[in-house]
Structure formats: C-alpha cells, structure tokens
C-alpha cells in the first residue's frame, strides 16, 4: 500500500508527459469526437444513478446530522444553509470525484490496460493513429464535462434528500428550506464547487489512461494496474481538494 | 555486414542495432539487409528477440543503438508523427492478432483505410476494399461479428486481412502459427504465400516453426489451381528465401535453406530440422 504512494521522480515525469501531449492533443487533428460522445456516455450516463443515489443519501445524512447540532442553539430553521454549504464546498464535488475514480478510473486503466498486454495499442500505432490522441485526450474531454455535470446533480439530489428530512423531522416549511438553502449560496462557494469537480476531472481520466498505458506483464498486470489507478486517483483528489480549499479560504 | 550504399532495392536495412530492457538484452548488434521480392523467415526460441525485432521494423520501439532504414529512410531519429507515412507502407500481423475487441471485424479491417495519414482509396470504396480482403483469407461472412467470436485461427485470418487490406509493399508476421492446430497452421500459411505470390509482397515470417519457412521456400500459389504447389526448376529460385537462427537477440545464423539443414551448431540445428 505503501508502495502504491511511494511518488518516484520519474513517474511523476512520465505522467506529465502523458499530460502535456493529451493537453496538447486538442488543437491538434485528428479529434475523435465518437470517441468522446462514447465515452460521456460510460461515464457520464453510466456513473448517473450511483451519483444520485449516493447524493440523496449523503443530503439525508447531513441533514440528520445538522439537525441535533443547530438544534442546541436553536437554528433548526438553518438547516438547508448548513446542507447546501457543505454539499457544494465539499461534499458533492469530493463523493462524486471518489466514486467516479473508483468505478472509472479503475474502468479507464483497465480497458486501455488490456489493450496494452495485449498489443491493440501497439496495432493502433502501425495502423495510423496516435493512442494518446484516440485513448487519453477523448477520456480527458468527455470527464472534464461530465464530472462537473454529475457533481451539479448530486448536489441537487442531495438538497433535495436534506429538505426530506427537514420537512418531515424537522418541519421546516418548503420556502424556508430553500430560501435558506438559496442564500447561504454566495458566488465563491458556486466556483469552488464547480472548479473542483473540472481539475479533479484531470486526475481521475490522466491516472487512469497513465496506469492503463504503462501496464505490462499480461492479465495480472492489468489487475495491478486497475488498483493502483483507483488508488493513486482517489488520494490525488484528496491532496488537490485540500489545495483548492485553502485557496478559497484564504479568498 | 550489409552495405548502407547498396539501399537501391533495399526495403529494409538493420545495422548493428541493439536493444535493451534494463538488465535484459532484447536485439544485440543485429545487421541484414532485405530486398524486394524477397522472403525471410526468422527462426529462434521464445524470449530470443523475434517480436521486439518485427516492432524494431515497424517504428513502434526506438532501438538503443544502431540504424534502420525503411525504403530507403532512416527511421531511428524520426519522430512518432513521422513514422505514420512509412509505417502505412507495412503490414504487420501481431503475435496474438491484436484485432480491436471493442470493434467489429468489418471495422478492424477497415481500420487502416480510415485512419492511415496516407489515403487509399475514397469513403465509398472502404467497404468494398474491406470485403475483398476478407474474402481473400475466406472470411467474408463474418463481417458483423466480433474478435471474440471467432477462433483464434480466424483472428489471425482477420489480421492478415487487416495487414494486407492497403497492399503494403512489405509484410511482417509475427509468430503467424503460434499457439495453432497444424492443419489450420498449415492454412494460415497458405494465406501468407498467398499474399505474397499473387501480390509480390516482400514478405517477413517469424516462427518457433521449421515447417512454416520450409513451406515458404518452396511452395508458391498457383492461382489457377487456387491451392499451394510445390515449387521447381525457375520457380523454386524465384521464391527468394532466406533463413535467419536468433539466440538472445543475437543472429546466429544467416543464410538459404540448405546451408541451415547442413548447420552443425546444436541450437542452429534444433531449428533445421522438420
Ligand atoms: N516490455 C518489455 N520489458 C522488458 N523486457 C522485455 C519487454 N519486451 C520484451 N522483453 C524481453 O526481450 C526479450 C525478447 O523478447 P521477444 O522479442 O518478445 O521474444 P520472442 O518474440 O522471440 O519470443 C525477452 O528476453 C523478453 O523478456
Ligand atoms: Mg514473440
């Protein structure tokens, strides 16, 4: 487990690299717009009732939670503002990255993995095209789009499981859930819930296309590469939320 | 040790090219010169550097030190975007066919038309260009299917097909038999010549197997008969081979095929023997 982190420098290089040519890819033709419609639909379409499910869940829970602590001072009426601060900032952005690092990145390093041990990257080069333009730049794009899009949708979801818990335990009435949910919203807090889900969109797309890349060594090193995408993904959106966090706190 | 001034017919020329996997010894001072029309069959047991030569060849894998060139052009120092022209000249069949699984066999044949830099022929006419390469390895009925429905003879068929669906002047197979029955062997082998005889495609075979370059050397396709007969007199010398022994990714044979079975060295003769 331990190892899986061990950063080496020149893994770090590779990646970058990898990065820099996916990056570089979009002004360059061909584009694989197929591709990148394909794959907003695996992961886009794909991720949407996991994405709901946990959302309404993670609302409910908070919802919950908030309830007994306003409760003390008397501000159970502020619950849709403590719901809708924390699913925005933090939450939503955050589960919503987690599970579609664990269920894409994981799929991603896998699919092009398999294509690595068995030659199909290789037979991409011979035939004509450029795996990075064709694999890693149409993955990068579709998630970039999709991510912030699913993280809009658990955000709401989760709003609407808070204002279930807020009605029905709580008795807040439907116009103050919302208003209070409305106006604890300011500008700062939209675009660091928006802004999170597009770069950690990078990390998740660019670590799995870098592991499935890199695979070698048959069916068991497609398997090793699948964990250590999923793994290498999810602690990376730890680090890059705790950055972007600080740089909103100190705004 | 071939001569770099003599590239006039040269398709493919090594010279003292080496490649290494860290501690591993992949390719090791390899030298040869091919020409047109000529036939070479590489020979040597697994792990020996066959594959890692054909990607050599094809401008997939950079080689550590030495030149290769490629119809004349130098492909060592050449950048990735720069090897698409000359790689749409080759054909390659790989190891394990390496057939797109998420695609149909219709559209991993009609792969290359589409995606080679070099156009081959109009939108209109892929279709058809794809359907005339599967019915030349007898497969034009599976053109909805996917990979994983075919046995892994057919695979290889549908990987000739999308080697030679452009008519490369050059075709490299690797490990064409690997892993198969003798008798569909034996057929994949008659697709190979094929291609070869009726294309006049210079044609390089990388096998564990003696029977597939013995077959090669002295069989060609008689297309009125439609079937493999065995090659005599004028014919025999215009079926050009040359039998090449590796070991370690060192070549330790090089020469035609009577030269190979007389070979007295004991790893050399363990590959001239039917
Ligand atoms: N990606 C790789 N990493 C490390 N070593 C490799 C790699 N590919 C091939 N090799 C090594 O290079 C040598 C030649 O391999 P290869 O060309 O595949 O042999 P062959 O095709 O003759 O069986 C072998 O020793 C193999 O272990
Ligand atoms: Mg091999």
């Given at each position: ?128 095209t ?31 499981g ?23 919203l ?12 597009f ?53 | ?26 390719l ?6 091919i ?18 030569l ?68 109009g ?83 990388v ?6 370059g ?14 493999l ?6 014919r ?24 190979l ?12 023997r039917?």
């Open positions: 487990m331990l190892d899986l982190l061990k950063p080496s420098f020149l893994e770090f290089q590779e990646f970058f690299y990898l990065a820099g040519r996916a990056l570089k890819n979009l002004f360059r033709k061909p584009h694989y717009w197929d591709d990148v419609l394909l794959q907003m639909d695996v992961i886009g379409v794909g991720s949407l009732p996991i994405v709901s499910l946990i959302g309404a869940f993670s609302g409910i829970v908070m919802a919950l939670q908030m309830s007994r602590a306003v409760a003390q001072y008397g501000a159970s009426s502020q619950t849709g503002t403590f719901v809708a601060i924390v699913l925005v900032r933090e939450l939503g952005p955050v589960l919503t990255a987690l599970l579609v690092a664990g269920r894409n990145a994981s799929g991603i390093a896998s699919e092009i993995g398999s294509m690595k041990v068995t030659e199909q990257i290789d037979a991409m080069r011979a035939l004509g450029d795996p990075t333009q064709k694999l890693v730049t149409p993955r990068m794009l579709a998630l970039a789009v999709v991510l912030p899009l699913l993280t809009i949708i658990a955000d709401f979801v989760g709003l609407c808070g204002f279930l818990i807020g009605k029905f335990r709580l008795n807040i009435s439907a116009a103050q859930y919302w208003n209070s949910a409305q106006q604890a300011v500008w700062n807090d939209v675009a660091q819930g928006l802004l999170k889900p770069l950690f969109s990078f990390v998740i797309s660019l670590v799995g296309c870098f592991y499935g890349m890199r695979t070698t060594g048959g069916t068991q090193g497609v398997g090793r590469s699948t964990t250590e995408a999923v793994v290498v993904s999810s602690v990376w959106v730890f680090i890059l939320d705790v950055f972007i966090t600080q740089i909103f706190v100190n705004m | 040790m071939p001569d770099p001034s003599a590239t006039h017919d040269s398709v493919v020329v090594f010279e003292d090219v080496s490649l290494h996997f860290g501690e591993t010894v992949a090791d001072q390899v030298s040869f010169r020409d047109r029309g000529q036939t070479w069959v590489f020979l040597g047991e697994a792990g020996s550097g066959k594959t890692q054909c990607k050599v060849m094809m401008g997939l894998v950079r080689p550590d030190s030495g030149r290769v060139t490629i119809f004349g052009e130098e492909i060592t120092s050449k950048g990735e975007r720069d090897m698409f022209a000359i790689r749409s000249k080759i054909g390659m069949l790989f190891q394990e066919s390496a057939l797109f699984d998420s695609m149909t066999i219709e559209e991993n044949v009609a792969y290359p038309l589409e995606n080679q830099p070099v156009r081959h022929c939108r209109e006419q892929i279709h058809d260009r794809v359907v005339e390469a599967l019915r030349f390895v007898e497969l034009e009925k599976t053109l909805d299917k996917v990979p994983s429905e075919l046995s892994g003879g057919m695979r290889r068929r549908v990987g000739i097909a999308r080697a030679t669906v452009t008519a490369p002047p050059l075709a490299i197979y690797d490990s064409p038999t690997a892993g198969l029955d003798p008798i569909t062997a034996n057929n994949i082998m008659a697709f190979i010549a094929k291609q070869r005889d009726l294309k006049g495609t210079t044609s390089i075979i096998s564990h197997r003696y029977q597939d013995v077959l090669m050397a002295n069989y060609y396709y008689d297309e009125a008969q439609g079937r007969v065995a090659a005599t007199g004028d025999l010398a215009a079926v050009d081979t040359t039998f090449v022994v590796m070991r370690d990714g060192r070549i330790v044979f090089l020469g035609p095929q009577t030269e079975e007389a070979s007295t060295d004991p790893y050399v003769s363990k590959f001239g039917r």
